[in-house]
């Protein structure tokens, strides 16, 4: 059976090392895809399609924490931090958000192709949670179905990427810039005030579940789990 593995690490030459010496060691079964800033590692983590994802902390982009926050609001896939940061605070928020091994470096290859073997021989599937649930909001990232106090709702392409990255960040406060950062793209040209057009919309669009985005004054916004 071959596994494929996504390797979420910024530095080149710790991804040729692993990937060198998994494929040796596995012979060739186990295929692992790199992917080297925060942002792009996300998107490739929900595709669903890897066995295990090993993932640093110090990442451009996005950091390592906040991408296993995402992933476990979506997936039980095994995933691994290999990283730096070593001290006590660290790896125990890395367990708390949900991670199911915390390799610091330096650390052994042969250490850590074990560790991801013991993984991947525990898992029994990678099974999908599908639905993000948020108080009255109800979202399916597979088909893309919402509904709102449980009736459906409709929304266009900006509204549902909002809403979802609000769903896949409860309780935060997101500032306009983030939202512009990851909805429209860093090469984004103009002001920040259609952040404000397009909650408007999706406010009105789920109705009196709408009441659960509020505005942090001077900082953003806020969905909660309840309005």
């Known amino acids: ?19 060198d010496f998994f494929s040796a060691q596995s012979d060739c079964l186990c295929e692992i895809d790199t992917v080297q800033n ?20 110090m990442l ?16 039980d896939v095994p995933l691994l931090f290999l990283t730096a940061r070593a001290r006590e605070e660290d790896v125990l928020y890395g367990y708390t958000l949900g991670c ?20 991947l021989k525990r ?5 999908l949670k599908r639905e993000l649930v948020c108080g009255k909001i109800t979202l399916d990232p597979l088909t893309l179905a919402v509904t709102a106090d449980g009736q459906p709702v409709t929304l266009p392409a900006k509204e549902f990427a909002l809403l979802q990255y609000f769903m896949e960040h409860p309780n935060w406060v997101i500032s306009r810039d983030q939202l512009l950062d990851r909805i429209w793209g860093s090469d984004f040209f103009g002001s920040d005030r259609v952040v404000d057009t397009h909650i408007k919309k999706l406010r009105r669009a789920l109705g009196s ?14 969905l909660r789990d309840h309005t």
């Open 1 to 19: 059976m071959t596994y494929r593995l996504l390797l979420v690490e910024d530095n080149l030459q710790i991804c040729r090392m692993i990937g």
């Open 209 to 222: 579940a709408g009441n659960q985005i509020r505005t942090v004054i001077s900082k953003g916004y806020q």
């Open 38 to 57: 925060g942002a792009e590692g996300l998107d490739a983590a929900r595709s669903g399609e890897y066995d295990l994802i090993m993932l640093d902390v």
């Open 60 to 75: 451009p982009d996005l950091d390592g924490f906040s991408i296993c926050r995402s992933i476990r609001a979506v997936s």
């Open 100 to 119: 199911d091994d915390y390799v610091i470096k330096p650390f052994s290859l042969a250490t850590l192709y074990a560790k991801v073997q013991a993984l």
């Open 123 to 127: 898992a029994k599937g990678t099974v």
